[in-house]
């Protein structure tokens, strides 16, 4: 059975609105509600990033543009809704099995207000301040497609991962296709966030990971290709699992218990990726994957997409076999087994920030060059710009002149610091070709 919750667009004022918003102020302040927010995990701040971010570090300031109003205002709208859905979550549903279809919504400026005064999910202007960031990107490949950084599906939308600065974890949003589609991207991405896996089977569920949308016969009225008359579901035992979470973590201080799944696995992706870190520097993006059984035993792992080098894929794998067990599987997470499709960016700088150091030195190095130098630089770079460390990775020429490029590099103030880095250090490999003419340096 279907439930509509989102009406249509015409009867979606303020005024039509005014029950819910009512419900919705009961619901927070009568102590036998259905909904127990413990008042300190609740509402979940949100810090929706104003500007594009640009992959891994270092954007001149030109290059800091900011996200466009349109997809603003959708990211602003998948909250929302988010909050809309959790506030209007009906006490006793007759049908338990029911579905709750969700319609294209904007809201009111009221509405928008009152449900960031009120709702499960509230706006913050400043990062530091939020449980949960949103981003997006809008840099592109040599295909002109928008690339997401670290996520090695092709071309995704958006992913959530976990990142460990907020208790909710970072989305990243890929800026393309209009917006509804970011809304509705979004919607899913913070499923993700707030506990839940992918749904499997059954299409027209928001957290379906591909048949996400609903078309055809369940609702007849939902049209994939209208984008007014397009429509998602969630099923009410999805939201009952939320409200039963948000209950559970009543009282117990600030750690959600509710994400108990995606807490785990934040566990094991940040313990391999201090075993990672420990090993240095790897110069691809790495993937591998882990089945672990339910006592945290590890029962196979591969690497499918090297890290850089046999040596040092052979050296993450044994380090990682070291772990031995990743710890018991949360009693609520009832598989046997289940698999870990882990992805790590390499600890490279950008090329960007690659290209920008290579100038600077050279402008450094060059009046002491001879004419025809060719050599090799390797540095290790730390997350606020300063060298850690300078070798020479390929001669120079000789050994006096290795030396005096060493000082010269040395004699450097700090490179620009990198922006929200993952990684406290990273490396790069500069390479110094002919000398070019001074005037043809830019
Ligand atoms: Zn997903």
Same mark, same amino acid.
């Given at each position: 059975?279907?439930?509509?919750?989102?009406?249509?667009?015409?009867?979606?004022?303020?005024?039509?609105?005014?029950?819910?918003?009512?419900?919705?102020?009961?619901?927070?302040?009568?102590?036998?509600?259905?909904?127990?927010?413990?008042?300190?995990?609740? =509402?979940?701040?949100?810090?929706?990033?104003?500007?594009?971010?640009?992959?891994?570090?270092?954007?001149? =300031?030109?290059?800091?543009?900011?996200?466009?109003?349109?997809?603003?205002?959708?990211?602003?709208?998948?909250?929302?809704?988010?909050?809309?859905?959790?506030?209007?979550?009906?006490?006793?549903?007759?049908?338990?099995?029911?579905?709750?279809?969700?319609?294209?919504?904007?809201?009111?400026?009221?509405?928008?207000?009152?449900?960031?005064?009120?709702?499960?999910?509230?706006?913050?202007?400043?990062?530091?301040?939020?449980?949960?960031?949103?981003?997006?990107?809008?840099?592109?490949?040599?295909?002109?497609?928008?690339?997401?950084?670290?996520?090695?599906?092709?071309?995704?939308?958006?992913?959530?991962?976990?990142?460990?600065?907020?208790?909710?974890?970072?989305?990243?949003?890929?800026?393309?296709?209009?917006?509804?589609?970011?809304?509705?991207?979004?919607?899913?991405?913070?499923?993700?966030?707030?506990?839940?896996?992918?749904? @499997?089977?059954?299409?027209?569920?928001?957290?379906?990971?591909?048949?996400?949308?609903?078309?055809?016969?369940?609702? =007849?009225?939902?049209?994939?290709?209208?984008?007014?008359?397009?429509?998602?579901?969630?099923?009410?035992?999805?939201?009952?699992?939320?409200?039963?979470?948000?209950?559970?973590?009543?009282?117990?201080?600030? @750690?959600?218990?509710?994400?108990?799944?995606?807490?785990?696995?934040?566990?094991?992706?940040?313990?391999?990726?201090?075993?990672?870190?420990?090993?240095?520097?790897?110069?691809?993006?790495?993937?591998?994957?882990?089945?672990?059984?339910?006592?945290?035993?590890?029962?196979?792992?591969?690497?499918?997409?090297?890290?850089?080098?046999?040596? @040092?894929?052979?050296?993450?794998?044994?380090?990682?076999?070291?772990?031995?067990?990743?710890?018991?599987? =949360?009693?609520?997470?009832?598989?046997?087994?289940?698999?870990?499709?882990?992805?790590?960016?390499?600890?490279?700088?950008?090329?960007?920030?690659?290209?920008?150091?290579?100038?600077?030195?050279?402008?450094?190095?060059?009046?002491?060059?001879?004419?025809?130098?060719?050599?090799?630089?390797?540095?290790?770079?730390?997350?606020?710009?300063?060298?850690?460390?300078?070798?020479?990775?390929?001669?120079?020429?000789?050994?006096?002149?290795?030396?005096?490029?060493?000082?010269?590099?040395?004699?450097?103030?700090?490179?620009?610091?990198?922006?929200?880095?993952?990684?406290?250090?990273?490396?790069?490999?500069?390479?110094?070709?002919?000398?070019?003419?001074?005037?043809?340096?830019?």
């Amino acid at each position: 059975m279907f439930r509509l919750i989102f009406p249509s667009r015409q009867l979606n004022t303020f005024f039509s609105q005014l029950p819910l918003l009512l419900l919705a102020i009961i619901v927070l302040f009568v102590p036998s509600s259905v909904f127990a927010f413990d008042s300190t995990d609740f =509402p979940i701040r949100v810090f929706i990033d104003p500007i594009i971010k640009i992959n891994n570090s270092f954007a001149a =300031p030109e290059a800091k543009l900011p996200v466009p109003e349109q997809a603003y205002s959708a990211f602003q709208q998948g909250v929302l809704d988010w909050s809309r859905l959790m506030v209007a979550l009906p006490k006793d549903p007759s049908d338990v099995n029911y579905t709750l279809i969700l319609r294209r919504q904007t809201s009111t400026k009221q509405e928008f207000e009152a449900y960031n005064r009120f709702g499960f999910m509230r706006f913050v202007d400043k990062r530091e301040d939020a449980d949960l960031v949103i981003e997006s990107v809008d840099n592109k490949d040599a295909r002109g497609k928008t690339i997401l950084g670290r996520e090695f599906q092709p071309y995704p939308l958006g992913y959530h991962t976990l990142d460990k600065r907020y208790r909710f974890g970072r989305i990243v949003m890929a800026l393309r296709g209009n917006d509804l589609d970011l809304r509705v991207v979004l919607l899913h991405e913070i499923g993700h966030a707030i506990g839940f896996e992918h749904f @499997k089977g059954e299409k027209c569920n928001l957290m379906n990971a591909t048949n996400y949308t609903c078309v055809g016969d369940s609702p =007849p009225d939902c049209v994939l290709n209208n984008a007014n008359a397009r429509c998602l579901a969630i099923t009410d035992g999805q939201l009952r699992f939320v409200e039963e979470q948000l209950i559970a973590a009543k009282g117990k201080g600030p @750690k959600m218990t509710f994400v108990d799944w995606r807490q785990y696995q934040l566990q094991v992706e940040s313990r391999i990726q201090d075993e990672i870190i420990a090993l240095g520097e790897f110069k691809d993006d790495g993937n591998l994957t882990l089945m672990l059984l339910a006592d945290g035993s590890i029962k196979s792992i591969d690497i499918t997409h090297s890290f850089g080098s046999r040596e @040092k894929d052979d050296q993450i794998l044994s380090r990682i076999k070291q772990i031995d067990n990743f710890g018991k599987f =949360p009693a609520t997470h009832e598989e046997k087994e289940d698999k870990f499709a882990l992805s790590y960016e390499s600890n490279q700088v950008s090329e960007r920030y690659q290209k920008s150091i290579t100038e600077i030195i050279q402008a450094k190095i060059y009046p002491i060059l001879p004419l025809k130098p060719m050599g090799k630089l390797h540095l290790k770079i730390a997350h606020d710009g300063q060298v850690i460390q300078t070798e020479i990775a390929q001669s120079f020429g000789n050994p006096i002149l290795d030396t005096r490029i060493l000082q010269r590099v040395k004699e450097l103030k700090a490179f620009t610091p990198f922006e929200d880095d993952e990684y406290q250090e990273r490396y790069a490999t500069l390479s110094f070709e002919e000398k070019q003419p001074l005037d043809e340096l830019r």
